[in-house]
């Protein structure tokens, strides 16, 4: 069956840095769009960055410049490295994978980050 499993979150403090890593398997990775997502408590989901199988990118305005979405196929991994953090960037980070709408889409288990000093 599909797995997504994100590491790399813990607790930071404001301008440190981080870098999520989603591994996927069960699945044929390379023709997923990937899609970080994150979750703070009381607020609703909302999507931080994405990347197409082709290696476009989309972010976020309230993180561009500060993170950067990447993908290794030969890894079936996709990152998140995240600079410059803030506070607000506390929450529960979660992957996605995505083919297109006559499909399932997969979801990671999520991974905490919380900055703070």
């Known amino acids: 069956q599909v797995q997504l499993v994100e590491s790399g979150g813990g607790l930071v403090q404001p301008g440190g840095s981080l870098r999520l890593s989603c591994v996927a398997s069960?699945?044929?990775?390379?023709?997923?769009?990937m899609y970080w997502y994150r979750q703070a408590p009381g607020k609703q989901r909302e999507l931080v960055a994405a990347?197409?199988?082709?290696?476009?990118?989309n972010y976020a305005d309230s993180v561009k410049g500060r993170f950067t979405i990447s993908r290794d196929n030969a890894k079936n991994t996709v990152y998140l490295q995240m600079s410059s953090l803030k506070p607000e960037d506390t929450a529960v980070y979660y992957c996605k994978a995505h083919r297109g709408r006559m499909y399932s889409d997969y979801w990671g288990q999520g991974t905490q980050v919380t900055v703070s000093s």
């Open positions: 069960g699945m044929i990775f390379r023709i997923y769009n």
């Open positions: 990347i197409t199988t082709g290696g476009g990118t």
